[in-house]
């Protein structure tokens, strides 16, 4: 079975400073996993998507995670907010087995202030 | 590239009635739809799998005479939610698989937003 835990529900950062939002995993066979963003009454949107190759995951708009086997992590972070962040973050997982269902996170609502 | 419609985006209706809600995948084809609910301020639920030309798959707990999802071709799939009821006053979304490169992606839907009064 196929888990994903978001360890905030909530992060706040100021304009221009790093982010950090966390995710760890559990999957009993190689896992794909995901970052999804959804601004306010729309609908999600991929940000980047970790499937076995790279272990350092490049996104969009200038968001990147790395995926750390031994520590069952895979961490979204961006160097510097901008104010059009602020959203709900999706952190999903989906086990390589012929499987396409995805397992999503309970979500981390980012506030970036001014 | 990627695109994924729904419609409507957001529906009112009256305890008992059934309403209908379309995804499509307006720049591929997708053999495979998934149907999600997602509460306010909560994760999403995949409610089922949509596979073209067959029976849609539901996950455990999801009434499947209560909603139906018909994936027509290629590039529809739609969700019925019949007798609809307050407590099925939800956001729906959609998504559609796309195999590209030989990875597969889900491209999600704007999502509908029903509020059965």
């Known amino acids: 079975a196929q888990s994903v835990t978001q360890l905030d529900s909530h992060v706040s950062v100021s304009e221009g400073t790093p982010v950090l939002l966390r995710c760890n995993y559990s999957?009993?066979?190689?896992?794909?996993l995901f970052w999804y963003v959804q601004h306010p009454n729309k609908g999600l949107q991929l940000l980047l998507k970790?499937?076995?190759?790279?272990?350092l995951v490049k996104g969009i708009n200038g968001f990147e995670a790395e995926f750390k086997k031994s520590e069952t992590s895979f961490h979204l972070t961006k160097p510097s907010a901008h104010m059009s962040d602020a959203a709900e973050y999706f952190c999903?997982?989906?086990?390589?087995?012929?499987?396409?269902?995805?397992?999503f996170g309970t979500g981390t609502r980012l506030t970036i202030i001014p | 590239g990627a695109v994924v419609s729904q419609h409507p985006s957001w529906v009112i209706c009256k305890s008992g009635t059934s309403v209908k809600i379309e995804c499509r995948s307006l720049?591929?084809?997708?053999?495979?739809m998934f149907w999600y609910r997602q509460f306010p301020k909560q994760s999403l639920m995949l409610m089922a799998t949509?596979?073209?030309?067959?029976?849609?798959?539901?996950e455990q707990g999801v009434e499947k005479d209560k909603f139906l999802i018909n994936h027509a071709s290629l590039t529809l799939s739609t969700l019925t939610v019949t007798s609809a009821h307050p407590e099925d006053s939800s956001f729906y979304i959609c998504?559609?698989?796309?195999?590209?490169?030989?990875?597969?992606?889900?491209?999600f839907g704007p999502g509908t937003r029903l509020l059965v009064l």
């Open positions: 998504s559609a698989s796309r195999v590209f490169q030989y990875q597969e992606t889900q491209y």
């Open positions: 999957s009993s066979y190689s896992p794909s």
């Open positions: 970790y499937t076995s190759a790279a272990t």
């Open positions: 999903v997982v989906s086990e390589n087995f012929g499987n396409e269902k995805l397992t």
């Open positions: 720049d591929f084809q997708a053999t495979t």
């Open positions: 949509s596979n073209e030309g067959s029976k849609a798959t539901y």
